[in-house]
């Protein structure tokens, strides 16, 4: 992926909001130990990104929209659920 040979963030949309996802070996240390998908998301956005998600009116059947292209910014084919 373009992004991971410039070594830069890759900025997607969702739900009208810009996130700004890290190049992998820019994600926090802690997702090293998330036991599940959402702490994984919630830690790869970090806190104002994650509030601001929430506060879009965002529904669990929507996140796994966004977890989808969260995983396809960092090159996956999606959140592997």
Do not use: C, W
């Given at each position: 992926?373009?992004?991971?040979?410039?070594?830069?963030?890759?900025?997607?949309?969702?739900?009208?909001?810009?996130?700004?996802?890290?190049?992998?070996?820019?994600?926090?240390?802690?997702?090293?130990?998330?036991?599940?998908?959402?702490?994984?998301?919630?830690?790869?956005?970090g806190a104002p990104q994650w509030e601001a998600?929430?506060?879009?009116?965002?529904?669990?059947?929507?996140?796994?929209?966004l977890a989808d292209k969260v995983a396809a910014a960092q090159g996956y084919d999606d959140?592997?659920?």
């Open positions: 992926m373009e992004a991971e040979a410039a070594e830069t963030p890759v900025i997607i949309e969702h739900r009208g909001i810009e996130f700004t996802i890290p190049h992998p070996l820019d994600m926090p240390i802690g997702l090293l130990e998330a036991k599940d998908e959402v702490e994984a998301v919630k830690l790869i956005l998600y929430k506060d879009s009116g965002a529904t669990i059947r929507d996140f796994q929209v959140a592997g659920n």
